[in-house]
């Protein structure tokens, strides 16, 4: 069983920069893929970024890219999205998710952090 908590949400202004970050333990983090999902309100949740394991490979949704980034620190069990130039549209809950095996668009996704609110004001 591994747990994933979330944090760095809050409220900014468009154009402005927040950075997540998802804590993991229970497992071994590094043998992880891990991605970010974002769920605005009414809506589906959607992808928007992925890093392998060992945080070589990446993938950046086509809408973010540019302005997110996504990275691992797996000595602190802990991934990170970086968000810049933030739009309202971005405004969602923000989850992290567990790869066991597949990681990305089209990955498993075995567990799931508890998310965190993004709110993007204009």
């Known amino acids: 069983q591994v747990r994933l908590v979330e944090s760095g949400g809050g409220l900014v202004q468009a154009g402005g920069s927040l950075r997540l970050s998802c804590a993991a333990s229970g497992g071994t983090f590094s043998s992880y893929g891990m991605n970010w999902f974002r769920q605005a309100s009414g809506k589906e949740r959607k992808f928007v970024a992925a890093i392998s394991y060992s945080g070589a490979s990446i993938y950046i949704e086509d809408s973010v890219k540019g302005r997110f980034t996504i990275s691992r620190d797996n000595a602190k069990n802990t991934v990170y999205l970086q968000m810049n130039n933030l739009k309202p549209e971005d405004t969602a809950v923000y989850y992290c998710?567990?790869?066991?095996?597949?990681?990305?668009?089209?990955?498993?996704?075995?567990?799931w952090g508890q998310g965190t609110q993004v709110t993007v004001s204009s």
């Open positions: 998710a567990v790869s066991l095996r597949r990681w990305g668009p089209s990955g498993e996704y075995d567990f």
